[in-house]
Nanobody, 124 residues
């Protein structure tokens, strides 16, 4: 089992920045990749970004490319999402997830473990 705990959400004005953190514990050696998803009210959960744990290869949704940066700290078993130039449409609950095996990183079904979510609100 892997446990994930997100932090760093909050309220920010449009154009501002936030950094989300996701700390993993448990059988972290079994992780293949970690990802960030988000879910806005009344919408489906959508892919934001992912990173392969061993190689650091990153993936981004088109909507956040150039604004968000995912990174990891292997020693701390923590993944980060630096969010810059935030827009009101970035408002959502952001979830951290971990995948055990190689699969399509943009799909929720690829992930085995999920955090509880952290809320990000961007005001206009």
């Amino acid at each position: 089992q892997v446990q994930l705990v997100e932090s760093g959400g909050g309220l920010v004005q449009a154009g501002g920045s936030l950094r989300l953190s996701c700390a993993a514990s448990g059988r972290t050696f079994s992780m293949y990749a970690m990802g960030w998803f988000r879910q806005a009210p009344g919408k489906e959960r959508e892919f934001v970004s992912a990173i392969k744990w061993s190689t650091g290869t990153t993936y981004y949704a088109d909507s956040v490319k150039g604004r968000f940066t995912i990174s990891r700290d292997n020693a701390k078993n923590t993944v980060y999402l630096q969010m810059n130039s935030l827009l009101p449409e970035d408002t959502a609950v952001y979830y951290c997830a971990a995948a055990r095996v190689p699969s399509l990183m943009t799909m929720t079904q690829s992930y085995n473990y999920w955090g509880q979510g952290t809320r990000v609100t961007v005001s206009s």
